[in-house]
């Protein structure tokens, strides 16, 4: 039964825990990966306007056709992931595409000096972000299934994802902090020798899958990745509340830096609430996985909801200088945020094996990334065009202004967060998976 603390699908398959050290080698490679993840992501539009003179129209289009092209390409990824490990291993697809990301970050934040013409310019800027995007979500696919395969029950799994996502925390940190003091392209050389020592850990250290994969039946039709998992009401209702979820968190990474500079009017502290937030999710991993080995996946998770809306609606009440406050904020809904990190992916792991779908962890996953960065793009188009019809301008101190500022920064994702926690506590009650 999927609601029990091991699987069905899994009982005759508890594997012994994967050593410490042996965990580390596999959770490590996390960090180059999450590295790219702000400079891909945030720092870029101001890079190449600066660097380039692209103007920003052009960028933003060019963001726009990558992340297109970046999504619908993860389930197919996922697809092409679950084939190479029927025949070999997960470690292909990485060391596959490992260099296709190197290059494309290294080259976008390091444009040729002979790009004379926007033409070039953004010819340069969709080869290298396709390249970079691509590579991350190979790797990234490949990467998760790979962790979903080293344990199969719920304090195993845990233990594997509050690892990887610990180290990818520690990533995001560095990838925020550094280009502020070394600039972005000098982050982008420092991100080669991580990714290569990271490989060669991974290589040589981190534990395998204890069973082979057979192959799925309909392997020659990668649209099945589509399909296929979206079949069974364990992983609808799962990917429902993750997706409900994720917008929350989505939402208010769209709107922190108005919310920080207008509404709290401290834009010089950005960077310390960021990295407040960062280090505590990363050091709350330990508390997430220990209280995993006591309690139902679904119940440790839906405290850490219900925390962080307790920790972070707060903020709708915060004004003009509270930076102690807000401060404190940071570190309890990051230490909430922890939970979003190490369960999800845990219950993923388990919804795989009760389906009976090994040998189709890539395509889960794959799918995953993809409604993830869905989410992504849903929370902008709720967050920024709710500020404007509330009356919020970049800027604009006017009252009025500050409270729809506040309101769609911290009212309206522990709203949704508050929705998806009874979704959740439907599914737990009712075994949905």
């Known amino acids: 039964m999927s609601g029990l603390g091991v699987t069905s699908g899994a009982a005759a398959r508890v594997l012994a825990p994967v050593p410490a050290a042996s965990l580390a080698a596999y959770a490590l490679l996390a960090l180059p990966l999450t590295l790219t993840a702000l400079p891909l992501n945030i720092l870029l539009p101001e890079f190449y306007a600066e660097q380039t003179g692209l103007a920003l129209t052009t960028i933003g289009l060019v963001l726009l056709a990558t992340r297109l092209v970046d999504a619908v390409a993860d389930p197919l990824l996922g697809a092409w992931v679950d084939a190479q490990k029927s025949t ?11 260099p296709l990301l190197a290059a494309g970050f290294f080259l976008l934040f390091n444009p040729s000096p002979g790009l004379d013409t926007p033409a070039r310019t953004t010819t340069w800027l969709f080869v290298t972000l396709v390249a970079a995007y691509i590579g991350y979500s190979l790797a ?9 395969e080293l344990a199969h029950d719920d304090a195993g799994r845990t233990r594997v994802t509050g690892a990887r996502e610990g180290a990818g925390l520690i990533g995001v940190l560095i990838g925020g902090v550094l280009p502020t003091v070394l600039g972005v392209g000098a982050l982008a050389w420092l991100f080669l020798p991580l990714l290569a ?3 060669a850990l991974l290589v040589a250290k981190a534990p395998r899958p204890a069973r082979p994969s057979a192959p799925p039946t309909d392997r020659g039709n990668p649209f099945a990745a589509f399909v296929v998992p979206l079949r069974t009401s364990r992983f609808r209702w799962l990917l429902a509340v993750f997706a409900l979820n994720a917008i929350a968190p989505s939402i208010t990474a769209t709107v922190f830096q108005f919310f920080v500079a207008d509404r709290l009017g401290l834009p010089d502290h950005v960077g310390l609430f960021l990295a407040l937030y960062f280090i505590a999710g990363a050091a709350s991993m330990p508390l997430w996985i220990k209280l995993a080995q006591k309690a139902s996946l679904h119940v440790v998770w839906l405290g850490g909801m219900v925390a962080a809306v307790a920790a972070f609606v707060w903020a709708y009440g915060l004004g003009a200088g509270a930076l102690w406050p807000f401060a404190a904020i940071c570190v309890l809904s990051g230490i909430a945020f922890g939970a979003d990190l190490a369960l ?10 009760a389906n009976g779908h090994q040998g189709r962890e890539g395509s889960y996953f794959g799918l995953w990334n993809f409604v993830n960065k869905l989410c992504l793009a849903i929370a902008g188009g709720i967050a920024l065009p709710l500020l404007e019809g509330l009356g919020y301008s970049r800027g604009v101190q006017h009252e009025t202004a500050l409270a729809a500022l506040a309101f769609t920064y911290a009212v309206v994702p522990c709203a949704l967060k508050l929705v998806a926690a009874g979704l959740l506590w439907l599914a737990w009650r009712g075994q949905r998976f």
């Not at 990234?140 to 979903?148: D, E, F, K, L, N």
């Not at 999800?344 to 094996?353: E, G, K, Q, T, Y």
């Open 140 to 148: 990234t696919v490949a990467y998760q299934a790979w962790g979903a």
């Open 197 to 199: 020592a990271a490989l």
């Open 344 to 353: 999800p992916p845990a219950l993923l792991a388990r919804v795989i094996d």
């Open 88 to 98: 070999g291993s997960y470690l292909r697809p990485i060391l596959l595409a490992a």
